[in-house]
């Protein structure tokens, strides 16, 4: 027994199959159509597509602070910040530059320190700076303090020294 059909609902012939590439008359389906095009599609094309998109995405009024070479660890650090999911620690260094890193809410220092290394890497790529830094001697050289506290157990939570979002950590030599 046949079902019942919902008014306003298409019934396909009985000679189009879904699973066929053709369908009646020997045409080719729309769908393989564009499956076809879009493996003819160069490397170098596709990238340039890409990055427009990419382009229209940072326009948006939520993704205008990131920069035309977004990444998608940028966008999603972005979005969870507008969902309270994570914060900004302003890291300042002595040359008196401010990096803004994002971090989860309930970041580690160590979560802090692998976050300060992705963006100076992606700003030296950016830049075409330095290629290697050494992290090793950067943490043995360097401190961050917060309200005059080191921040030296990596495994303690940031928020357990008591940073909270758009606090400043400051990133400062070691005396010797």
């Not at 095009?37 to 990238?47: G, I, K, M, T, V």
């Not at 580690?108 to 963006?119: C, H, M, S």
């Not at 303090?145 to 030296?152: A, P, R, T, W, Y």
């Given at each position: 027994m046949a079902e019942p059909v919902q008014e306003g609902t298409e019934v396909l012939p009985a000679t189009v199959s879904l699973k066929d590439e053709e369908v009646e008359g020997g045409e080719k389906s729309p769908c393989k159509e564009e499956e076809d095009?879009?493996?003819?599609?160069?490397?170098?094309?596709?990238?340039?597509i890409f990055e427009e998109g990419l382009a229209r995405i940072v326009q948006d009024p939520l993704l205008c602070d990131l920069p035309i070479q977004v990444t998608l660890e940028e966008i999603n650090s972005q979005v969870a910040l507008e969902y309270g999911q994570a914060m900004t620690v302003r890291v300042c260094k002595d040359d008196g530059e401010v990096m803004p890193i994002v971090v989860v809410q309930n970041a580690?220092?160590?979560?802090?320190?692998?976050?300060?290394?992705?963006?100076m890497e992606l700003k030296q790529q950016r830049e075409g700076g330095v290629k290697h830094i050494s992290w090793r001697y950067v943490w043995r050289t360097f401190h961050l303090?917060?309200?005059?506290?080191?921040?030296?157990d990596d495994k303690m939570k940031l928020k357990d020294y008591g940073i909270r979002n758009r606090d400043e950590v400051t990133f400062l030599k070691k005396l010797k």
């Open positions: 095009e879009e493996e003819d599609l160069p490397h170098a094309e596709f990238l340039d580690t220092v160590l979560d802090l320190k692998k976050a300060i290394r992705r963006f303090i917060f309200d005059g506290e080191k921040l030296e």
